[in-house]
Each structure stands twice: as C-alpha cells, then as structure tokens.
C-alpha cells in the first residue's frame, strides 16, 4: 500500500505544482501574491480531495490507521518536498518558507497540510471503505 500511496503523491505533487504555476501566472496579477497563495490553499485542498477519492480504492487502506499512515506519509513527503523546492531551487529564506504555515502572517498552508493528512481517512470514509 504504502507504494501506492507514494505513487498517488506524486500525482498530488505533479498537480499541486500546476496549479502553483497557475496561481503565478493567473492569481497572483490579479489579487497579489499573498491572496492568491491564500486562495490556492482551499483550491488545493479540492484538488487533493478529488486525487484523494479517485485513487482511494486503489490504496486500499485496510484500516482508519493505514488511511492516517498514506496520509502521514503524504503530508511528511511534502513537506520535506516544499523544503527542498523553497531552500534549493527557489532559494528562499527560512523566515519566507514559514510564513506560509503561520496564520498570524497570513499564511493559511498548515491548513493545507493538515487536510492532506487527513484526506485518505476522508476519502476512505467518504467511500465507505472504513467502520466506526
């Protein structure tokens, strides 16, 4: 299961990741650059919810706790994802890659990231696919 669900994120990522260009190219023009990431927050979290529940009966969690592990793994495999991007490629300071989890600062990604922890759970239950 757990290469399954490794493979589901990097559909996640591939996704996210356009929708990210789009935010850039369209959004942010349009509302600024802190809005738009905002915005994307909760389009993000759609997006993750649909991948979530497409891909769920493939994963095939056999329990609520494989569901929470897909989503740990996700969410631990993405941040450590949007670390790399933000300190090696886009060379970004550690004060500008928290802001965005820090709601205090506008940032409303630990938001995301919180859903996309618990999206598999979502989905499963959304499915059917667990008791209780």
């Not at 850039?24 to 905002?38: F, K, M, T």
């Not at 389009?43 to 993750?48: D, F, H, R, V």
Request: aromatic residues 10%; proline residues 3%; glycine residues 8%.
């Amino acid at each position: 299961m757990l290469g399954r669900a490794l493979a589901v994120w990097l559909a996640i990522i591939a996704l996210e990741s356009a929708h990210g260009a789009a935010r850039i190219a369209w959004l942010e023009p349009r509302v600024g650059d802190l809005r738009a990431r905002q915005l994307c927050v909760f389009s993000g979290m759609a997006l993750i919810f649909i991948v979530s529940r497409v891909s769920i009966r493939w994963l095939a969690p056999r329990s609520a706790a494989d569901a929470w592990r897909v989503g740990i793994l996700w969410l631990l495999s993405t941040l450590a994802f949007e670390v790399a991007l933000g300190r090696c490629v886009a060379k970004l300071t550690w004060e500008r890659i928290l802001s965005d989890y820090d709601p205090s600062s506008g940032g409303l990604l630990a938001f995301g990231m919180a859903f996309l922890c618990i999206a598999p759970w979502l989905a499963a239950r959304s499915r059917n696919m667990l008791r209780g």
